[in-house]
């Protein structure tokens, strides 16, 4: 249940104060050298004023590119080990998109599924969105053809949406109206009728639904292979998604200890699946490629009921040659099986 | 004849089996383009800046047979080096250049290759000698600092790697394990070990078209570093990469006549 | 009040090693800690990571009976970083488990049934579990029958228990190797597993196959039991995919829709011929 109100352009700085106050680390988007990219910030005109994404997602928050699992000493005939489940710190995004904030749960699908991953639930746990709705998108964004939308309130504990002055607040979970109560006074009445006009507009691309439904029956299709031929088989696309969640684990260690981390993988390497015995289940980039979109809008729906995909036209943007995600994917739902 | 009426001529008469070129991308980029048949090569064009002989050496590529490619300098130097690395032989790849007025040829061959080259020397884009003369005129400490900054971006994508026509072993130094030389991870060593490694091993071999940094989806300038080894080697060794069909890696050759004096 | 962590394996003691052929051996493992030793328990078809520390983690079927306690056994070829640094250790040394993971083999539903069980080489360690899991509860099951071979006789695994099934009454053991693979006093069979299946001409009634070989073996099995008439729902086998985490999350196993981890590693023919051919 939202409760609407609106915030001043003003009232902000009394916000992040207030957050600050209460030990929160704040992260935004700020301009970097004409990008943008997620950061620490004090206040709010650290912020990035006119920007549709930043490269990286906010998974960083809760699935971090390193993460050390455990760590053992070594000694003849002795290992101890030493647990590293983190202590994590208040912290609260601010300025994410609808899309970002709506990627936690596909996150959370496969990090608590069946078992329970103390990491991610340690960094969730301590975490609070305050998302900014879109007024602008760019030709990569696809939020509308996968569920989403401009004015999203999947995922956010508070959604902002710009407007004349100030923003339009919608306080819309527990976190969010905890955050409410550490500044009340800068949160004033306001009715959100007015909500869609502010947003961007963003027609849906394609079916989803049937293009999920279409999918087992294109798996031997040629269209994969030829739609891989410009992909690099780098991460980029997996590295930069806020709902892609493949890792590797790796030991570093020397004769008198180590420790396990765990670090952000993709399915798009050759490697990934290469078996010990040099057999490679997925050894062509096609194959490769037909994965990640398999993943995202077949599996993922077939076994979490939810999508591998939010539509944030990240892995475009990234992308060194342009694999359009939305535009692969208009490509499937056109073609016969 | 325009790149796509070439490719059209190519493909109808079996020369070639694919033609790569380029074609418009999102928000008004150019991407790499496959054409296989006449009908793909429609939206062919040389517009746009990757390096397409990445693509020669990559098994998909190589095995829809002999290819044609949108040529500019850079790619013709990487052609030559990949040719004097064993990695194709001349026949395998038909590059096509463009004159100013749109007119595409054929290259055939290395010495056609090598005598069109020696007509545009390699030059430095400005914003990238004026990069390197700023890292030049730095300390060594802001050096440090300054890649130590940029490099704590890194996520260890490997789309730098990936995207270098010269990057085209199948068991890249990163992928081994026993030892394990580089570690795997994005933190602050193996995100300095790896692009050092990187570094070293494009010494000498880099044709210095920067797709490396274009590639980087968090903009760390990584061209910078590889730039800086080629142009270490082309002052201290007298060669560049992707001179000639038939190089000698500078750091691997000796000759009587090497100016080096140390070995002797 | 922070959650158990998943990745945390059980210390293990390596209580014996054997030989079994060249490159593999098997480790007897005891829990360091006797309340994981009193609690833990498994099922026959699960696996687990084993650990050498400073090395990695590497996934192995559980090669040990469930109805035997107080150890596990593993058997593993040494091929690469991890299982260099597990066949360097000696007895009494620590390596890392953890699991039981995965799905298992509902041997309780094939009470009153034949059982037949076809491996190959270094795959006969999961069927190994499953086998002494059957003799431990030998009048559950009517007719017993193993067929197995390796390329040659020293790449039989598992010699003395080979030998012990073989002297069974109530176990018809058909061990084989390849053409050439024969030393002058072999007494087994000579020919490819597929062939041997053929010659033993089981029969589809009442029956469970369980077939575990290299891909090639596989290949070439499952057509002679089609032939026979062997339907998809009374074959089962079981998959090893490239794994991490074991548990459903690093997606490193995922094949399809399944998670080889989770979903398997145990499969009818049936599920797998649902899921695309990409393991």
């Not at chain 1, 992909?231 to 790796?250: E, K, L, R, S």
């Not at chain 2, 463009?98 to 595409?104: C, F, P, Y």
Request: charged share 25%.
């Amino acid at each position: 249940m939202a409760d609407t109100y609106q915030l001043s352009s003003a009232s902000l700085d009394l916000l992040f104060a207030a957050l600050a106050a209460d030990g929160r680390r704040i992260l935004a988007p700020t301009d970097r050298d004409g990008r943008s990219e997620l950061n620490p910030v004090s206040s709010p005109a650290q912020v990035a004023r006119d920007y549709v994404q930043t490269a990286l997602s906010a998974k960083e928050t809760v699935f971090p590119k390193v993460e050390q699992l455990l760590s053992y000493t070594l000694k003849p005939g002795e290992v101890d080990l030493a647990d590293a489940v983190p202590k994590a710190r208040p912290t609260v995004l601010f300025g994410i998109r609808p899309c970002e904030a709506s990627a936690f749960a596909a996150l959370d699908a496969v990090f608590n599924w069946d078992t329970r991953d103390a990491f991610f639930n340690a960094r969730l746990e301590q975490l609070a969105v305050i998302g900014m709705g879109c007024t602008r998108r760019d030709d990569a964004c696809f939020c509308t053809s996968v569920g989403g939308g401009p004015g999203s309130t999947k995922g956010s504990d508070i959604l902002l949406t710009p407007m004349a002055g100030g923003y339009l607040a919608e306080v819309l979970t527990d976190k969010g109206r905890a955050i409410q109560a550490l500044a009340p006074d800068a949160f004033q009445p306001a009715d959100g009728a007015g909500k869609a006009a502010l947003l961007a507009d963003v027609p849906a691309a394609f079916d989803q639904p049937a293009l999920t439904a279409k999918l087992p029956a294109l798996f031997d299709s040629p269209l994969w292979a030829e739609q891989a031929l410009r992909c690099v088989g780098c991460g980029a696309c997996a590295f930069v998604c806020p709902t892609c969640v493949c890792f590797d684990i790796q030991e570093e260690a020397d004769k008198a200890g180590g420790r396990r981390l765990r670090a952000w993988d993709s399915c798009g390497y050759h490697m990934f699946t290469l078996h010990a015995s040099g057999h490679n289940p997925r050894e062509t980039q096609g194959a490769r490629w037909r994965q990640r979109v398999y993943h995202k809008f077949s599996y993922y729906p077939e076994r979490y009921g939810k999508l591998g995909c939010v539509g944030c036209g990240k892995c475009t943007r990234a992308c060194p040659v342009d694999m359009n995600l939305q535009e692969h994917l208009v490509e499937a739902s056109q073609v016969n099986p | 004849m325009d790149l796509r009426e070439k490719a059209k001529q190519l493909l109808e008469s079996g020369e070639v089996k694919a033609v790569l070129g380029f074609e418009p991308g999102t928000h008004g980029t150019r991407r790499p383009a496959f054409a296989r048949s006449a009908a793909r090569s429609e939206k062919l064009t040389f517009d746009g800046e990757q390096n397409l002989a990445s693509y020669v050496t990559r098994k998909e590529v190589k095995r829809l047979g002999r290819v044609a490619l949108a040529a500019k300098p850079d790619t013709l130097r990487a052609l030559l080096q990949l040719m004097a690395e064993r990695q194709i032989k001349e026949q395998d790849v038909l590059p096509l250049i463009e004159d100013g007025a749109g007119q595409v040829s054929e290259l055939a061959g290395a010495e056609a290759i090598e005598q069109h080259l020696a007509l545009s020397p390699k030059e430095l884009k400005p914003e990238d000698r004026a990069l390197l003369d700023r890292l030049g005129k730095m300390t060594r400490q802001e050096r440090w600092d300054f890649w130590q900054g940029e490099l704590a971006r890194c996520v260890k994508c490997y789309a730098c790697r990936s995207s270098c026509p010269m990057c085209y072993c199948e068991h890249c130094t990163m992928d081994c394990n026993r030892p394990q030389w580089v570690p795997v991870p994005s933190h602050a060593l193996g995100n300095l070990e790896y692009h050092m490694t990187r570094a070293m091993h494009l010494a000498g071999r880099c044709v210095e078209c920067g797709d490396c940094g274009r590639a980087c989806p968090v903009g760390i300038p990584v061209h910078l570093l590889t730039f800086n080894a080629e142009e270490s080697v082309h002052a201290q060794f007298g060669q560049r990469a992707g001179a000639s069909s038939k190089l000698d890696y500078a750091l691997s050759t000796f000759r009587p006549d090497d100016k080096e004096t140390f070995i002797r | 009040m922070s959650e158990p962590n998943i990745y945390l394996p059980y210390l293990m003691r390596i209580a014996q090693i054997t030989q079994e052929a060249p490159g593999v051996r098997t480790f007897r493992l005891e829990f360091v800690d006797q309340a994981a030793a009193d609690s833990f328990s498994f099922r026959t078809g699960q696996f687990g990571l084993y650990s050498s520390f400073g090395d990695g983690e590497s996934t192995f079927c559980i090669a040990s009976s469930p109805t035997r306690k107080g150890y596990i056994e593993c058997t593993f070829r040494e091929t690469g970083r991890v299982t260099a640094g597990l066949a360097d250790k000696e007895v009494g040394d620590i390596v890392g488990f953890r699991g039981p993971y995965g799905n298992v083999f509902p041997i309780e539903d094939w009470k009153g049934k034949n059982l037949i069980f076809i491996a190959g080489g270094i795959a006969l360690p999961p069927l190994r579990s499953v086998i002494w899991n059957c003799l431990d509860q030998r009048d559950w099951f009517k007719d017993i029958t193993i067929v197995y071979g390796a390329r040659s006789v020293a790449d039989l695994v598992y010699k003395h228990e080979l030998k012990a099934w073989q002297e069974r009454p109530d176990v018809n053991l058909l061990c084989t190797v390849d053409p050439g693979g024969e030393t002058p006093d072999w007494t087994g069979k000579v020919g490819f597993v597929p062939l041997i299946v053929e010659q033993a001409d089981p029969s589809p009634e009442n029956t469970i196959a369980l077939v575990c070989g290299p891909p090639i073996m596989i290949k070439l099995t499952l057509p002679v039991l089609h032939k026979l008439g062997f339907t998809p729902e009374s074959i089962y086998t079981t998959l090893e995919n490239r794994m991490k985490c074991g548990l459903g999350k690093c997606g490193r196993c995922n094949t399809g829709s399944s998670y080889v981890c989770k979903d398997g590693p145990v499969y009818t023919l049936e599920q797998l011929n649902r899921l695309p051919a990409e393991y």
